[in-house]
């Protein structure tokens, strides 16, 4: 009898927390209302049995308790039921039917792009985001993993002509025009990633190797969250990134502000993130958050996956191999460069190697340096 009690309240309790919860998807932000009703059919429907199955057994449970010490009636032993299995067959077919079929219907829409959809290329890496557009002719050029440099980490065809004219973004932030269907083409640099945005109900695995595809219509103007929805390592709860949708004048002069590859392939001063500075701390921090160093390193001696940049400079710092240096400019470059050689004591020897140039890595310094206002 407590069982059936139990089950009861179990019922009861998953019901009220139905509508009680305070936990609700964010406000749908694209065509994919449907990605929401497939979600309500299969929610349906699993609610009904789950709730039908609980209480007939706790009615089983009830009405065929033992009575008394000396109970009298014998079970029916009834081995084939062939009525109740055509009956339950039936049944369990149409309901996985019903689940099944409306999802692969919204998936073989969610992989066919409109004709006019704009395309754009999402680049996963080990902790970040980079995004590529197609130039003036439309298209995006050919790729492949043997060009990818630290200069070229899209891995462009240099003598691709149709790759020339591509608009590289090399941060983490996104724009996208409002109400214009998109196609969003996914690479992964390393390991599995996942772009996924929760108010456009979009999401796709990145698979090294592969280029996978869905489409959308942003329908809200707004900045939205980006995050990567596999497990990528160690920086991936720093994996962030930003989709800001705005009107199409303004998606297209923040586009035309990026370099094409033929411009950014060739031997330019420094490609900062704020498109060029002059100012050495600002520059330090364009580079800081391009090359996502501030996935893993606070300014603000918060603790994370690797030490923060407050209060680092001129602090004497433990290293894993038993030795102490005072982290001054060569320290920190040495660091930059190759961050293998020596590990600071208490964190993982897990720091990519980003081949910066020489002005970028005395910016970079700086802004550390910077970031000790008493010591500077
Ligand atoms: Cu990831």
Redesign the pocket.
Known sequence: MLIAITLAVIVLASLLFHYINPWHPPALASNWKQMDDTLTITFVITGIFFVILNLFLVYVIWRFRRRGSKATETVAYQPVNHKLERWLTVITTVGIVALLAPGLKVYADYVTPPKDALEVEVL?S??QWRYRFPGADGQLGATDARFVTASNPFGLDPDDAKGQDDALVDASELHLPLNQPVKILLRAHD?L??FYVPPFRARMNMVPGLVTTFWFTPTQAGRFEAM?A?L??VG?AA?RGLVVVEEAPAFQAWLAGKPSFAAASKPAPVATADGGSSDPLAMGLAVAKAKACVACHSADGSAGVGPSWKGLYGKTEAFADGSKEKIDDAVLAREIREPAAKVVQGFAPIMPKSELSEAEVTALVAYIRSLDPVKN
């Open positions: 996963g080990q902790w390991v990633h996942d990567c596999q990528c390592g991936h994996m």
